[in-house]
């Protein structure tokens, strides 16, 4: 099992959640989860804390594998829907790289359709304060502003720092390329409700005995923040 961590730095105002208003009446609220915090005569003390959910990074990730994979001569069937998945690997006469990465979604799951790669909730990095900001939806048609559609959403502000855990399986260490190549387009891409967010990856040097000589000059830059002096956070 090949595991390293991703460290991710708001860079826009960033919101990844659901549609629940919450007590502070935000329509669209910030994921959360319940963090024990401390035990006073023996009971549990608890708040809820923002976080990243791993299966909603891990989504944005293989989306951007996907769209990636065959400018680097990688193979993407680009579908999601698991009928044109199948149609699309039987003509390609295989299953496309970042299925086998990511797995197909067909059920019931067979050992070479399910994932090669886990990814953690991605837990904050000390304080990560959020505010509620008043927003009016767009027509997509016309791109004004809808009559009486003004909604509030939950930010997360820039400057905030997110840490997970990703386990990739040892079958799989021929496509690391791949998959780093998508966290770089996602660095560029969006993530959540259309923030913009950086990514760094900490592996101590672990995936350059892992990788091919041409893709360490990738894993450097990965290692490094992209938006950093670029964007003021």
């Not at 995936?207 to 894993?219: D, R, T």
Request: glycine share 10%; charged share 25%; with cysteine.
């Amino acid at each position: 099992m090949i595991r390293f961590n991703l460290r991710l730095r708001t860079v826009s105002l960033f919101t990844i959640g659901q549609g629940v208003p919450d007590v502070l009446g935000a329509d669209i609220v910030f994921s959360k989860k319940m963090k024990i915090t401390a035990y006073v005569d023996g009971e549990a003390q608890t708040q809820y804390v923002v976080y990243v959910p791993g299966s909603s990074f891990k989504g944005a990730w293989r989306t951007a594998t996907s769209r990636i994979a065959e400018s680097y001569g990688f193979k993407s069937c680009g579908e999601i829907e698991p009928k044109r998945i199948s149609e699309a690997h039987r003509k390609l006469g295989r299953t496309c790289d970042v299925c086998m990465l990511f797995g197909q979604p067909v059920s019931p799951l067979s050992p070479f359709e399910a994932s090669k790669v886990w990814v953690g909730d991605f837990e904050p990095v000390g304080e990560t304060p959020t505010d509620i900001i008043a927003r009016v939806s767009l027509d997509d048609k016309t791109q004004t502003a809808r009559e009486g559609a003004l909604y509030s959403m939950e930010h997360v502000l820039p400057g905030a720092e997110f840490l997970g855990e990703v386990r990739v399986f040892d079958e799989a260490k021929n496509l690391l390329p791949l998959l780093m190549l998508g966290l770089a387009e996602l660095r560029t891409g969006v993530l959540g409700r259309r923030s913009l967010v950086d990514i760094r990856l900490e592996d101590n040097g672990l995936l350059n005995g892992l990788v091919g000589s041409e893709w360490l000059p990738l894993l450097e830059g990965l290692r490094k923040w992209l938006w950093e002096g670029v964007v003021e956070t």
